[in-house]
Nanobody, 122 residues
Framework: QVETMESGGGLVQPGGSLRLSCRAS????????MNWYRQAPGKQRELVAS???????NYDESVKGRFTISRDMAGNAVYLQMKNLKPEDTAVYYC????????????????WGQGTQVTVSS
């Protein structure tokens, strides 16, 4: 079993910054990708940023230049630094971790956190 938990959300004014954190725990053999998604009210969940084991990153066009994803491989953690936040960034942000669990026999896993609310408002 792999568990994932986010933290760091909150209320911030437009133009402000927040840093989200996520940590995966359990019988993890290896992690392939770590992703941040978000879901605004009435909208579908969308991929915001992703990072591979090799450190390759990918961003949605709407956050390029403002958000930075990074990871701590030793700690099975991923971070999302968000700057110059806009009201349209308001959403519940979810962490998603994909990889392999187990020791002698490994199986793929996909774990989701419960989400953390980010509200950008004056």
């Amino acid at each position: 079993q792999v568990e994932t938990m986010e933290s760091g959300g909150g209320l911030v004014q437009p133009g402000g910054s927040l840093r989200l954190s996520c940590r995966a725990s359990g019988n993890i053999f290896s992690i392939k990708t770590m992703n941040w998604y978000r879901q605004a009210p009435g909208k579908q969940r969308e991929l915001v940023a992703s990072i591979t084991g090799g450190g390759d990153t990918n961003y949605d066009e709407s956050v390029k230049g403002r958000f930075t994803i990074s990871r701590d491989m030793a700690g099975n953690a991923v971070y999302l630094q968000m700057k110059n936040l806009k009201p349209e960034d308001t959403a519940v942000y979810y962490c998603n971790v994909n990889g392999y669990r187990g020791s002698h026999t490994t199986l793929p896993f996909a774990s989701w956190g419960q989400g953390t609310q980010v509200t950008v408002s004056s």
